[in-house]
């Protein structure tokens, strides 16, 4: 019997690979569902109170056998983090531009450490001088080893061969 590897998993029977359109949607979209579960627990593994964030996380059909996943919109600066000001002290294309502290900034930090709004102007600015460090969630739940697992059951459920991309997006689409 093959190694199904996902298919075995998603419960895709070698019967229902015979019959490939309903086979090849339902292994679309459990594997969408299990990749979403996949990063919001990772999510709520690596970075601090993310609750909202990891709960966020959806995977959205785009058309045949392709998918994304969705989260908030401050997903990509948790994912690649946040350059201190003036520097490029994480690699990401994300930076501080401005060392002084906004109040908006200041009663975001409040609300969420619960803390009175001078002390969070002073955590807001060490925010700015040391930058948000990167958690990498997307490069560590989509590796290589996840992107050949896929690509191999693709080829065993159609036949074809298959070179799997991840395209990783600008915006809050994972």
Do not use: C
């Not at 401050?74 to 501080?96: C, H, I, K, L, Q």
């Not at 908006?104 to 040391?130: C, F, P, T």
């Amino acid at each position: 019997m093959a190694d199904f590897d996902f298919l075995e998993d998603f419960g895709i029977t070698t019967q229902e690979a015979e019959q490939p359109q309903n086979a090849y949607d339902k292994f679309i979209t459990q594997l969408s569902t299990r990749l979403a579960t996949e990063f919001r627990d990772y999510t709520k593994k690596v970075a601090q109170n993310t609750g909202a964030l990891a709960a966020s996380i959806i995977p959205l059909p785009t058309g045949t056998l392709s998918f994304r996943l969705e989260a908030e919109d401050y997903y990509p600066f948790v994912d690649e983090g946040v350059n201190a000001v003036g520097t490029n002290n994480f690699g990401s294309r994300f930076s501080f531009r401005y060392p002084g502290v906004s109040h908006n900034m200041a009663k975001a930090i409040s609300q969420w450490k619960g803390l009175d709004m001078e002390h969070a102007y002073a955590v807001s600015y060490n925010i700015k001088q040391r930058g948000l460090r990167p958690k990498r969630i997307t490069d560590n739940v989509i590796t290589d080893e996840v992107l050949e697992k896929i690509g191999k059951d693709l080829a065993e459920l159609t036949g074809l061969m298959f070179e799997i991309n991840f395209t990783r997006n600008g915006s809050n689409n994972i």
